[in-house]
């Protein structure tokens, strides 16, 4: 029986190691009919097997370890080495070109011309003023009326002028008759002296009371034509044909003439031919001077150089007319010169006092290179253009400026050919060295093309 127990007690612990995994209700089973048998030496060796765990679960343990050690490194390359890599990627693409417009210059047969801003004046403006005193008796216009020259405008009391005629006019009847009888006399004794019926002395008589006589006669003449003269000032006439302005002076108010401050009746400005008055800079002064210099251009001094004006809300240049005149020394103070030009005004259209424009030629028929006043870029005080070359790059050249013609386009007097490609749209993508992706244009006036030039 004893070795029967040994057996069974040996057995258990083999029956545990080969199946360790059963289930929960055999060890239970077990547990309870343990009670039944006696102690046995076999458990006091169960600690020793609990302390080594099975090599099943150290796999189990170390498979875990490995799991988890790839997760954290599979995390580290996602956020660590998987971004750096991408930027290393992206980093040789380069962005593309920016797109520009260009196009070659526009080249026209045409005349520069420089425009300046004058006031009109009138070719001659007279203040009306009485040379004789007396009651104004009428007034025989309208305000700001027309008038040709000779128009009778106003008219002072005549009659006291008309009796100092008179008056004037007897005593020259008066003088003449003493003038008269003196040459009687003078015969007379000249008669007697021949045949020594007079003495000399008388004869010298007769010849001063001549000569007195004759002064005196002389005298009366003038008196006549101061009379006839005042009379002739009674009657005011328009001095130039024009236009007046409002009579400064009713009837019945006396008015002053004379030499002395004079009474204001009222002012007359002719219409037809008008002046343009405009001041040049020292500058477009000296620019014109050199092209007369080069013989480019007529001097406006010894020629009358034609050119063109315009009104202010005009934006054709309709207006025709010719330099006259150029003053012989500049302003000091504004550092400007007078020049005045002469235009018809047949129609009476233009009045004195208005501005308007003029413009000068700066140069003969000839080809001349236009681009789009946008297309010019400022740096400082440099003027430029910026060009394409054919592989593509950004080139600035400096060039120099012209006037701003009707269509708006401005003219290039040098710094480009007309083989150049020009920026004319896009400016503000491209930058001088830096390649652009060139898109062909063409020049062409703006919309709405300004009429002023520079």
């Known amino acids: 029986m004893m070795q029967q127990r040994n057996r069974t007690a040996k057995r258990a612990p083999a029956d545990e190691d080969i199946e360790p995994e059963t289930s929960s209700e055999e060890p239970k089973a077990r547990e309870t009919k343990a009670p039944a048998s006696k102690p046995s030496p076999a458990p006091a060796s169960e600690p020793a097997s609990k302390a080594a765990p099975p090599p099943a679960q150290r796999s189990g343990r170390i498979l875990l370890i490995t799991l988890a050690v790839i997760a954290v490194a599979a995390i580290a390359y996602r956020y660590m080495i998987a971004p750096q890599g991408t930027e290393q990627a992206a980093a040789p693409a380069a962005p593309p070109a920016p797109t520009v417009t260009v196009a070659k210059p526009l080249v026209e047969e045409l005349k520069e011309w420089s425009d300046f801003t004058g006031q009109f004046e009138a070719r001659e403006s007279v203040e009306i003023r009485a040379r004789v005193s007396g009651y104004l008796e009428s007034v025989n216009f309208t305000d700001g009326q027309i008038v040709k020259k000779g128009d009778l405008l106003f008219v002072i009391e005549p009659r006291p002028y008309e009796i100092a005629l008179e008056s004037a006019k007897a005593q020259l009847t008066q003088a003449e008759a003493q003038l008269q009888l003196a040459q009687v006399q003078l015969d007379r004794t000249s008669k007697l002296l021949k045949n020594d019926f007079a003495s000399k002395e008388t004869f010298d008589e007769r010849t001063a009371e001549v000569q007195s006589a004759t002064a005196s006669r002389d005298n009366a003449i003038a008196a006549v034509n101061q009379a006839q003269l005042n009379l002739d000032y009674t009657r005011v006439t328009a001095p130039v044909s024009g236009r007046l302005g409002r009579h400064e002076v009713s009837v019945g108010n006396l008015v002053m003439g004379g030499t002395g401050e004079t009474t204001l009746l009222t002012t007359i400005v002719s219409l037809d031919p008008i002046w343009l008055m405009f001041n040049v800079s020292e500058g477009d002064g000296m620019t014109y001077k050199r092209l007369v210099q080069k013989g480019e251009i007529a001097s406006a001094r010894e020629n009358g150089v034609q050119v063109e004006g315009q009104l202010m809300d005009e934006k054709e240049w309709d207006l025709k007319g010719a330099i006259d005149f150029v003053d012989n020394q500049y302003d000091r103070s504004s550092g400007t010169i007078r020049v005045r030009a002469s235009f018809p005004n047949p129609n009476l259209f233009i009045t004195p006092g208005q501005f308007g ?89 703006p919309d709405a093309a300004p009429a002023s030039q520079q």
């Open 357 to 445: 424009r003029v413009r000068v030629p700066m140069s003969q028929l000839k080809p001349t290179i236009l681009v789009p006043d946008a297309a010019v870029v400022t740096d400082q005080s440099t003027k430029m253009l910026f060009t394409v070359s054919p592989d593509g790059t950004v080139v600035p050249k400096p060039v120099e400026l012209g006037s701003v013609t009707d269509d708006g386009l401005r003219i290039i007097r040098s710094g480009i050919t007309p083989d150049d490609d020009v920026i004319i749209n896009g400016l503000l993508r491209a930058r001088p060295g830096q390649k652009v992706t060139p898109e062909k244009g063409t020049v062409k006036a």
